[in-house]
């Protein structure tokens, strides 16, 4: 078990261009979260999957980001037409879904930079 | 709403000394879950502990323990001994109203250093 694993680590961008993030998590674990953590901030949530099912979005999630887990597995989290306020790491976690649903594994996370 | 409160933004002690990390927490759930994550320099957020609300026994793990109290909506946290490798930012974080999912509120975090 290699925990759960988050590509790029670092991405740099420029306003508007879009960015995608991958998230590998544990493999036994049938549910994925997305956070986001700003600057001397708590992460704050922003989605979860159920295998491939998407069950809650936060409304944090503008129309600009889009999450998918098309086999239940890994799973992509894009940001389209980037903008400043965007910058952040965005941190991806995994657990059962029963029992200790809520103990969340955190990858390393993925810091966004957009210029 | 729920929320939940560190107001110590950054504490600094010298290495085996005892500290106490606060937290302060609102829900008005009646069965919800409390945790602490440390998040050292590499980025990854580490668990540490989850309470649920009908249990309020203190809990001591090593260095480590946690004082849950209901009445004060609190669930402080206090290392002991502090050591160097202490050093991280704590979060403090309640479960959502869907108590058994991984939707969490997370609290500010407060900043430990630990000098030798």
């Known amino acids: 078990d290699t925990g759960v694993s988050q590509n790029p680590r670092h991405k740099i961008t420029k306003r508007g261009q879009n960015v995608t993030f991958r998230c590998d998590p544990i493999s036994e674990h049938n549910r994925l979260y997305w956070y986001r953590q700003t600057l001397g901030q708590g992460p704050e949530f922003l989605t979860y999957f159920q295998n491939e099912a998407q069950l809650e979005k936060s409304r944090l999630l503008s129309d600009r980001f889009s999450a998918e887990r098309p086999k239940g597995s890994f799973s992509t989290l894009e940001i389209q037409r980037t903008e400043q306020g965007d910058s952040a790491m965005y941190l991806c976690?995994?657990?059962?879904?029963?029992?200790?649903?809520?103990?969340?594994?955190f990858g390393a996370g993925s810091r966004l930079t957009v210029l | 709403a729920q929320k939940v409160t560190q107001a110590q933004t950054e504490i600094s002690v010298v290495e085996k000394e005892d500290v106490t990390l606060d937290c302060v927490y609102e829900?008005?759930?009646?069965?919800?879950?409390l945790f602490w994550y440390k998040q050292p320099p590499s980025g990854e957020l580490v668990f540490l502990i989850r309470?649920?609300?009908?249990?309020?026994q203190n809990e001591i793990s090593g260095r480590y323990s946690w004082n849950f109290q209901k009445s004060t909506s609190s669930f402080n946290f206090t290392i002991t001994a502090s050591q160097v490798v202490d050093s991280a930012v704590y979060f403090c974080?309640?479960?959502?109203?869907?108590?058994?999912?991984?939707?969490?509120?997370f609290g500010q975090g407060t900043t430990l250093q630990v000098k030798p």
């Open positions: 309470r649920n609300s009908f249990d309020e």
């Open positions: 974080a309640l479960s959502g109203t869907s108590s058994n999912t991984g939707k969490l509120i």
């Open positions: 829900t008005r759930d009646t069965t919800y879950y």
């Open positions: 976690a995994s657990s059962h879904s029963s029992p200790g649903a809520n103990v969340l594994t």
